[in-house]
Nanobody
Framework: QVQLVESGGGLVQTGGSLRLSCVTSGRTFSTYIMAWFRQAPGKEREYVASINRSDGSTYYVNSVKGRFTISKDDAENMVYLQMNNLKPEDTALYYC?????????????????WGQGTQVTVSS
């Protein structure tokens, strides 16, 4: 099993920044891809970004490219999501996720482990 715990959410004004953190524990060696998803009220869970634990490659949804950066700290078993120039449409519950598959994927159902989420609210 793998445990994921997110933190760092909060209330910020448009144009502001937040950094989300995800601490991982358990059988983390079994997970190759770490990702961030988000879900706004009344909407489906949406892929935001992912990072490959082995080679560090990253992928982003188009709407956050140039504003968000996903990174990892292997020594601390941490994954981060730096969010800059936040917009009201970024408001959502943000989840950290992990999959045992070796390739990036944007489909939530293909991820094996999930955190409980951290709320991000961007005011206009």
């Amino acid at each position: 099993q793998v445990q994921l715990v997110e933190s760092g959410g909060g209330l910020v004004q448009t144009g502001g920044s937040l950094r989300l953190s995800c601490v991982t524990s358990g059988r983390t060696f079994s997970t190759y891809i770490m990702a961030w998803f988000r879900q706004a009220p009344g909407k489906e869970r949406e892929y935001v970004a992912s990072i490959n634990r082995s080679d560090g490659s990253t992928y982003y949804v188009n709407s956050v490219k140039g504003r968000f950066t996903i990174s990892k700290d292997d020594a601390e078993n941490m994954v981060y999501l730096q969010m800059n120039n936040l917009k009201p449409e970024d408001t959502a519950l943000y989840y950290c996720a992990a999959r045992t598959g070796r390739f990036h994927n944007t489909v939530a159902s293909l991820y094996d482990y999930w955190g409980q989420g951290t709320q991000v609210t961007v005011s206009s």
